[in-house]
T-cell receptor
Framework: AQKITQTQPGMFVQEKEAVTLDCTYD???????LFWYKQPSSGEMIFLIY??????QNATEGRYSLNFQKARKSANLVISASQLGDSAMYFC???????????FGTGTSLTVIP | NAGVTQTPKFQVLKTGQSMTLQCAQD?????MSWYRQDPGMGLRLIHY???????DQGEVPNGYNVSRSTTEDFPLRLLSAAPSQTSVYFC??????????????FGSGTRLTVV
């Protein structure tokens, strides 16, 4: 069975500093996708970044990058140059190989300190 | 292009009542799914659909029914509401091509309270 683990319930980072949010996963599938979502206090789920299991290079989207270590089954999110607007809950998720089922971690609450 | 639209945004039900949460997408995505989000538990999959006429159960399907008569719509029905179904419900849509998943988009959510 698929499982996503986020071991950091809460994180603090100074504005303009970089922060890494941890995510490990467990699956027996060879083909899968890894996602990160941001959920601000308003409640919507905002897609940040995607990594396919066959992608050899780490995904990057602006200030977000995904540190994908397949052998260790980890998919950490790195946010560079943190901004006050980055304060939110962050969820790591894994999709089945067909992309029609998602499995979510319990989330990490990030607070950016001015 | 509205993306994924969920209605209503808020709802209060009495125990035993039934209701339907609506979800519609205008992106022609083949996959649609429903999740519930409870405090400290992340999102859990209730039901999903891989195309019109095809649905399947997720992790927490009990007490919910779905149908997919069109590509665009994927309503979630609560048969007899219970306080344990108090949650925030999200609908999502996506499609895949080969080994890549694309367009995984969430609706804005429905906050349901059962009293």
């Amino acid at each position: 069975a698929q499982k996503i683990t986020q071991t950091q319930p809460g994180m603090f980072v100074q504005e303009k500093e970089a922060v890494t949010l941890d995510c490990t996963y467990d699956t027996s599938d060879q083909s899968y996708g890894l996602f990160w979502y941001k959920q601000p206090s308003s409640g919507e789920m905002i897609f940040l970044i995607y990594q396919g299991s066959y992608d050899e290079q780490n995904a990057t989207e602006g200030r977000y990058s995904l540190n994908f270590q397949k052998a260790r089954k980890s998919a950490n999110l790195v946010i560079s140059a943190s901004q006050l607007g980055d304060s939110a809950m962050y969820f790591c998720a894994m999709s089945s190989y067909t992309g029609n089922q998602f499995y979510f971690g319990t989330g990490t609450s990030l607070t950016v300190i001015p | 292009n509205a993306g994924v639209t969920q209605t209503p945004k808020f709802q209060v039900l009495k125990t035993g009542q039934s209701m339907t949460l609506q979800c519609a997408q205008d992106m022609n995505h083949e996959y649609m799914s429903w999740y519930r989000q409870d405090p400290g538990m992340g999102l859990r999959l209730i039901h999903y659909s891989v195309g019109a006429g095809i649905t399947d159960q997720g992790e927490v399907p009990n007490g919910y029914n779905v149908s997919r008569s069109t590509t665009e719509d994927f309503p979630l029905r609560l048969l007899s509401a219970a306080p344990s179904q108090t949650s925030v419900y999200f609908c999502a849509s996506s499609y895949s091509r080969g080994r890549q998943v694309y367009g995984y988009t969430f609706g804005s959510g429905t906050r349901l309270t059962v009293v």
